[in-house]
């Protein structure tokens, strides 16, 4: 039984997100994202202007007039979601959590995907697969989407890429476009990872807050790691603590880029404290650009 606060949830993010979708997202996404190619869809009489390129000489023979061939966008795809939902994620240290911004990117996504009549899935994963929604249309399907991430608590305590997306390699036969949305707090991927980006349009949502790159100030405070449970006693007030720990993160920040960079992968970087539009709309322009 979903509760009614769920529901209350989901029915405020469908509609912070609707408008987005209608009147910038829908016509970026379709840009974006292009159909698999062309499908051969009918033959018509031939008119002045077409291309003659595309004249059916068999078609032609048998009419005695020149008959061309009409070809359409095969635009249906899939859109698989592949989620981090560890306990890292559940981290915020403003207005919303690394969470509560993944299932917002993902609602915008899956909304964008419907409207331009593509099919959408999704993963739900920490360092085992926590849940599987096969790909379909329609709002009411997105909606699904979006309880599910809002009530499912992950089983597991860590993080593990490589497992989901070893899943989802297994999973999808056809290529698919695939958001990996995660904080990435993970090691040792990459083989998945390089599959993935091979076989599907791998794209990855790179979830950050603040305050993992900026400690405060504010003296001798535990630190607890939520997914390893470990706890660690840190001075904040020690400008050197925190000169050392702001390297070591911006450190796996540029490691992370780079590989990116290295293996031509799409990433797309979103902060808790900032809004996800303009990085979002730069990252569907770079794409179209490319094309």
């Given at each position: 039984?979903?509760?009614?606060?769920?529901?209350?949830?989901?029915r405020?993010?469908e509609?912070?997100?609707?408008?987005l979708?209608?009147?910038?997202?829908?016509?970026?996404?379709?840009?974006?994202?292009k159909?698999?190619g062309?499908e051969?869809?009918?033959?018509?009489?031939y008119?002045f202007g077409?291309?003659?390129?595309?004249?059916?000489?068999?078609v032609?023979a048998?009419?005695?007039?020149p008959?061309?061939?009409?070809?359409?966008?095969e635009?249906e795809q899939?859109?698989?979601?592949?989620?981090?939902i560890?306990?890292?994620g559940?981290?915020?240290?403003?207005?919303?959590?690394k969470?509560?911004?993944?299932i917002?990117i993902?609602?915008v996504l899956?909304?964008s995907?419907?409207?331009?009549?593509d099919?959408?899935?999704m993963v739900?994963?920490?360092?085992?697969?926590e849940k599987?929604?096969p790909?379909?249309?329609?709002?009411?399907h997105?909606?699904?989407?979006i309880?599910?991430?809002?009530t499912?608590e992950?089983?597991?305590?860590?993080?593990s890429?490589?497992?989901?997306?070893?899943y989802?390699n297994?999973?999808l036969?056809?290529?698919?476009?695939?958001?990996?949305?995660?904080?990435?707090?993970?090691?040792n991927?990459?083989k998945?990872?390089r599959?993935?980006?091979?076989k599907?349009?791998?794209?990855?949502?790179?979830?950050?807050?603040?305050l993992?790159?900026d400690l405060p100030?504010i003296?001798?405070?535990?630190l607890?790691?939520a997914?390893?449970?470990?706890q660690t006693?840190?001075?904040t007030?020690s400008?050197k603590?925190?000169?050392a720990?702001?390297?070591?993160v911006?450190e796996?920040?540029k490691?992370?880029?780079?590989?990116?960079?290295?293996n031509k992968?799409d990433s797309?970087?979103?902060?808790t404290?900032?809004?996800y539009?303009?990085?979002l709309?730069?990252?569907?322009?770079?794409r179209t650009?490319?094309?």
């Amino acid at each position: 039984m979903i509760s009614k606060e769920i529901l209350s949830k989901v029915r405020k993010l469908e509609i912070r997100t609707k408008g987005l979708v209608n009147n910038v997202f829908g016509g970026e996404y379709q840009s974006a994202f292009k159909g698999r190619g062309m499908e051969f869809s009918e033959v018509r009489e031939y008119t002045f202007g077409d291309d003659v390129r595309q004249i059916d000489w068999n078609v032609t023979a048998r009419n005695g007039e020149p008959f061309i061939k009409v070809f359409e966008e095969e635009r249906e795809q899939t859109l698989m979601l592949c989620v981090d939902i560890s306990p890292s994620g559940f981290f915020g240290s403003r207005s919303q959590t690394k969470m509560e911004l993944a299932i917002e990117i993902c609602a915008v996504l899956a909304f964008s995907a419907i409207k331009n009549g593509d099919k959408v899935g999704m993963v739900l994963f920490s360092d085992k697969i926590e849940k599987v929604v096969p790909p379909k249309k329609g709002r009411t399907h997105v909606l699904r989407l979006i309880r599910e991430l809002y009530t499912t608590e992950p089983a597991g305590t860590k993080t593990s890429i490589a497992e989901a997306l070893s899943y989802v390699n297994r999973l999808l036969n056809r290529k698919a476009i695939v958001i990996l949305a995660s904080d990435f707090q993970d090691q040792n991927f990459d083989k998945e990872h390089r599959i993935t980006g091979r076989k599907h349009d791998l794209v990855n949502l790179v979830i950050n807050d603040e305050l993992e790159e900026d400690l405060p100030n504010i003296g001798v405070v535990p630190l607890l790691d939520a997914e390893t449970g470990e706890q660690t006693i840190v001075d904040t007030s020690s400008k050197k603590v925190r000169t050392a720990y702001k390297a070591k993160v911006l450190e796996h920040k540029k490691n992370l880029k780079e590989y990116f960079i290295r293996n031509k992968m799409d990433s797309v970087d979103v902060y808790t404290n900032r809004s996800y539009i303009r990085p979002l709309i730069n990252f569907f322009q770079r794409r179209t650009a490319r094309q």
